[in-house]
Each structure stands twice: as C-alpha cells, then as structure tokens.
T-cell receptor, first 115, second 114 residues
C-alpha cells in the first residue's frame, strides 16, 4: 500500500530564513506527488505537483520541490520564509495510472515563523 | 469564480444521530471527493464521485455514505454517529476527476459528536 511520511511534525524558522520540509513516499511506481498548504480554519490549497519530467518543480508563493527517485523523496523548499507562510503543510501522493484522484496524505508539518 | 462551498461550516450532534453534509463544487467541475481530517488519523480519503457515480471509496465503515446529484453537488451522510466521527470533513472538486487535474478544496465542515 502506498504511504507518505513527513518526518517533521513541527518546524520553526526565522522570517527570512530558508525552509525545507521533508517528504518520503512508498509506492511501487512513481506516483503523482503534491504539496498542499492549510492555513487555520481553511481548506487545502495546492502549492505544486509533480507527474514527470523535470525533477525540480516550481509552485505558487515562491515554493519549489525536488523529486528524487533514488531517495523516494519530494522535499519542499523556499529560499526566504515570510510570516504569512506559517501554516500546516501536507505532502500527498496520487495513483500513478490516473485512476481516480484519491490522495494519500502525509501527517503534515506545522510551520511556525519567528519574527 | 466561486470556490467550493460546504454547508454547514459547524455542526454539533450527539452519539447515535445521523448527519448530512453538503458540498457544492466549482461550476463546471464534475468530480467531488471527500476527506476526513482528525488529529489522530490525519487526512483520509472517504470517497469520490464523478458524474453521479462513486468511483472510489476509502477504508471507512458502511455508516459513511455519499451521493452526487446531476448538478454535481454532493452530500455525505454519516449514520449512527460515534465520538470518533468528530472531525473536519473536507470536500474537493475537480473538472475531470483525473489525478493530474487540480483539486480545489472547500473550507470544510467541522463536526463535533457529543
């Protein structure tokens, strides 16, 4: 069965510092990979997604993620964090054969930003 | 254009009761998926509907059911509520229902079971 692991439950960074959130997946083939963000009281917003091709993916709000097949990882990065980035971040995988859109989510990483 | 709307936003029920949650997708979207979010289990897929047909179902008991109407609006129903059903229920819509198609999430319905 597919699974997604986000090893860091909480991360605190200073405003302006760089950020990397880790995501590891377990799947028989290369799945579709996603990063979502959830602000308090809000639903999920898609930051970026990877299906194939270039392993460095650009997303919204200055985020990027790199797919590394050898490490089964899809880490999210941002060069300079803003206070408004404080939220919970979820990595997710979808079935590789495009059979439906059910996502399997990681447990999430809560990001706190220090002024 | 309007986003995904979910009603009600908050709901309090007691054990044994049943509840119906509603989701209105973005105009033109034919796929609606439901997820349950709890502190202990995280985000879990419930089911997906496309053109009034359930295409996929997650690992939830039969007390959880859903349906989709011809206008793509969807409802989910939970019968015989248990304390563990307290959660944020999220609905997401997409145009085609393919995994490559971006899913847009609503703000959720927070259900509290007493």
């Amino acid at each position: 069965a597919q699974s997604v692991t986000q090893p860091d439950i909480h991360i605190t960074v200073s405003e302006g510092a760089s950020l990397e959130l880790r995501c590891n997946y377990s799947y028989g083939a290369t799945p579709y990979l996603f990063w979502y963000v959830q602000s308090p009281g809000q639903g999920l917003q898609l930051l970026l997604k990877y299906f194939s091709g270039d392993t460095l993916v650009q997303g919204i709000k200055g985020f990027e993620a790199e797919f590394k097949r050898s490490q089964s990882s899809f880490n999210l990065r941002k060069p300079s964090v803003h206070w408004s980035d404080a939220a919970e971040y979820f990595c997710a995988v979808g079935p590789p054969n495009n059979a439906g859109n059910m996502l399997t989510f990681g447990g999430g990483t809560r990001l706190m930003v220090k002024p | 254009k309007a986003g995904v709307t979910q009603t009600p936003r908050y709901l309090i029920k007691t054990r044994g009761q049943q509840v119906t949650l509603s989701c209105s997708p973005i105009s033109g979207h034919r796929s609606v998926s439901w997820y349950q979010q709890t502190p202990g289990q995280g985000l879990q897929f419930l089911f997906e509907y496309f053109s009034e047909t359930q295409r996929n179902k997650g690992n939830f008991p039969g007390r959880f059911s859903g349906r989709q109407f011809s206008n793509s609006r969807s409802e989910m129903n939970v019968s015989t509520l248990e304390l563990g059903d307290s959660a944020l229920y999220l609905c997401a819509s997409s145009r085609t229902g393919g995994v490559a198609d971006t899913q847009y999430f609503g703000p959720g319905t927070r259900l509290t079971v007493l």
